[in-house]
């Protein structure tokens, strides 16, 4: 897949290296291509840096990864997103987030042409990202959206990310669930004591 990544910080840094390694060609849509947080990127295979419109101009699918205060900004940024998919790794956290949403999903389809949104990638931490093995085990992510296509394409990006299953969990209605269950993480992690170290695994009987 042709992948722009709009946030080079901790966890589109993780995604963009698993993804170029796997095959795909990434584009890094910045605002500064001479000057960007994760130029190291650049040493990875198949990527290039690029102007944010440029990048998600060559793209199929676009990850955003920026902080969740700036989403509006962002998206406006973005241009015409028409027939592309974008997939939201972002979360309000301790209500730091974009004004009048309870979360960064809708407030990309309110600024977006395309209705392929869907989240993903933002129930863990980067460091899973990073290296998403325990042992022998592989963790599992999640994804929401009514986007089938949307979803697809986000289930097919965690598998080639080293994740062992990315299970749907419903449409749009999902979105505030998805960081709910974020939040989880992050608090089991960050403020019960349990360390970034830490992982979810759906498991069947």
């Not at 956290?93 to 392929?116: C, Q, S, W």
Request: proline share 2%; hydrophobic share 40%.
């Amino acid at each position: 897949m042709k992948i722009a990544i709009i946030g080079t910080g901790n966890v589109g840094g993780a995604l963009a290296t698993k993804w170029a390694h796997s095959g795909h060609e990434i584009y890094l849509g910045v605002r500064d291509i001479q000057n960007f947080k994760g130029k190291e990127l650049l040493d990875n295979p198949n990527t290039q840096a690029k102007s944010i419109a440029d990048a998600v101009q060559l793209a199929e699918v676009i990850l955003l990864s920026t902080p969740a205060t700036a989403v509006v900004d962002v998206v406006k940024s973005l241009g015409d997103t028409s027939g592309k998919i974008i997939i939201d790794a972002m979360n309000v956290v301790m209500g730091r987030g974009p004004e009048g949403y309870k979360h960064t999903t809708n407030a990309i389809l309110d600024n977006t042409h395309t209705r392929d949104v869907v989240k993903c990638f933002n129930t863990t931490g980067f460091n899973n990202m990073v290296d998403p093995v325990y042992g022998n085990i592989a963790l599992d992510l999640f994804v929401a959206g009514d986007s089938e296509r949307g979803k697809q394409a986000a289930i097919q990006l965690a598998k080639d990310a080293g994740f062992a299953d990315c299970y749907p969990i419903g449409g749009n209605d999902k979105f505030e669930l998805m960081e709910q269950f974020a939040w989880f993480w992050i608090n089991l992690a960050m403020f019960q004591g349990q360390g970034r170290d830490i992982g979810f695994k759906l498991l069947k009987r």
